[in-house]
Structures are given as structure tokens and as C-alpha cells.
């Protein structure tokens, strides 16, 4: 079975100032993916990044990049230089490689809010 | 891009109601979900499909039922329609050779009155 924790319900971060949101991750798994999600307040949810387990190195994609530590199944996004338009919420979620199941399974969310 | 429709954005039905929720994507992708989100729960999984008539139970299927007739199309129904049922019904489809990622829909927020 796979966990993912979540344990910041809520962040503030100012404008133009770097955030980290926390995830950390439970499976037995050797083989698999972490994923970073954010939703806005319209509802869909936009694909930030992914992380595989055997990467060496940390995902980049624009201002986000994961902190991928395995030894410690941490995968926290860090936003550099936050935006107002960076108010959110923002699920991390991990999927098994090695077994059948294709879905993914998601922690509880934190919601980021962007002070001007 | 793949492109994932759910046919309603807000739905209110009654007790006992049988309710229809219709996923539809516009690639010939096999495999899709169906979540459903809580405050403080995230993302829950319900059903999910790998194939035209193939349905598999996720986390929490009870109260739940998935018909996968053709291949674009995923749909979940709820027999009974119960109070608790109330949520945001999430679809999504797996993008394979893109991130391993998927696409999800722009929802369904149901309530059951």
C-alpha cells in the first residue's frame, strides 16, 4: 500500500519570496513516481512536475523543482519567486511503477496563499 | 493535447436518486479514473478502468458503480444517492510518454440534498 502526508494544511508566502511545501511518502514499492499537482479555485488540476525514484537528479520545470530525498521518502516542491497567481492548492501524489495498478494516490493537500 | 470532458460542473439530485456522472476523452487512451475530493481528504480513488468493459474497485467503491462501454467514455453512477456522497467527482485519463502524467477534468461538484 502506498501513503502520501501532507502536513501543512496551510501556507503564506510573499510575493516574489521562494515556498516548500512538504511530502513525504510510505510504499514498498522500489519502482515509482512522485507527482506534484495544483488546483486553483476554478478546479481543474494542472501537472507541475514528476520525480522518478531512480532519477539521480532533482525535477526542474520552471520555478518548481522537487527536493527529492529517498533515503528519507521526502519530495517537496519548492516554488522560487512565488507569484500571486501561485494561490492554491497543491497535492503531491506517488504511483507504483513495478505493479499493475495505474492510479495515483494523493495526499491530503496544502492549500498556498500569496501575499502581495 | 488530451482533452478530458465531464458533461456536468454542478449537479444537486435528491435522496435515493440515481445519478449519472459522464467522463468522456478525446484520445484512445485505456486507462481512467475516477476520484472523488474532499476537504482534508485529497483526492480518493474510486473505480478505474484499463479497458473497454474492464472496471476495477479503488480505494472506496462502496455506493458506487462504473460502466466502461466504449473506449472514450467512463461513467460513475451512484445506485442510491446518499448525503454523503456529496463531493467533487474528479475524472482523469493517463497520459502515457508525458511525464507519466494524467489529465483530469474540470470536475463535477455534486450535491445530494
Known amino acids: 500500500a502506498q501513503k502520501i502526508t501532507q502536513t501543512q494544511p496551510g501556507m503564506f508566502v510573499q510575493e516574489k519570496e521562494a515556498v516548500t511545501l512538504d511530502c513525504t511518502y510510505d510504499?514498498?514499492?522500489?519502482?515509482?513516481?512522485l507527482f506534484w499537482y495544483k488546483q486553483p479555485s476554478s478546479g481543474e488540476m494542472i501537472f507541475l512536475i514528476y520525480?522518478?525514484?531512480?532519477?539521480?537528479q532533482n525535477a526542474t520545470e520552471g520555478r518548481y523543482s522537487l527536493n527529492f530525498q529517498k533515503a528519507r521518502k521526502s519530495a517537496n516542491l519548492v516554488i522560487s519567486a512565488s507569484q500571486l497567481g501561485d494561490s492554491a492548492m497543491y497535492f503531491c501524489?506517488?504511483?507504483?511503477?513495478?505493479?499493475?495498478?495505474?492510479?495515483?494516490?494523493f495526499g491530503s493537500g496544502t492549500r498556498l496563499q500569496v501575499q502581495p | 493535447d488530451v482533452k478530458v470532458t465531464q458533461s456536468s460542473r454542478y449537479l444537486v439530485k435528491r435522496t435515493g436518486e440515481k445519478v449519472f456522472l459522464e467522463c468522456v476523452q478525446d484520445m484512445d487512451h485505456e486507462n481512467m479514473f475516477w476520484y472523488r475530493q474532499d476537504p482534508g481528504l485529497g483526492l480518493r480513488l474510486i473505480y478505474f478502468?484499463?479497458?473497454?468493459?474492464?472496471?476495477e474497485k479503488g480505494d472506496i467503491p462502496e455506493g458506487y458503480s462504473v460502466s466502461r462501454e466504449k473506449k472514450e467514455r467512463f461513467s460513475l453512477i451512484l445506485e442510491s444517492a446518499s448525503t454523503n456522497q456529496t463531493s467533487m467527482y474528479l475524472c482523469a485519463t493517463e497520459v502515457r510518454g508525458q511525464g507519466d502524467g494524467y489529465t483530469f477534468g474540470s470536475g463535477t461538484r455534486l450535491t445530494v440534498v
Open positions: 520525480q522518478g525514484s531512480y532519477d539521480e
Open positions: 510504499t514498498s514499492d522500489q519502482s515509482y513516481g
Open positions: 501524489a506517488m504511483r507504483a511503477r513495478d505493479t499493475g495498478r495505474r492510479a495515483l494516490t
Open positions: 478502468s484499463y479497458d473497454v468493459k474492464m472496471k
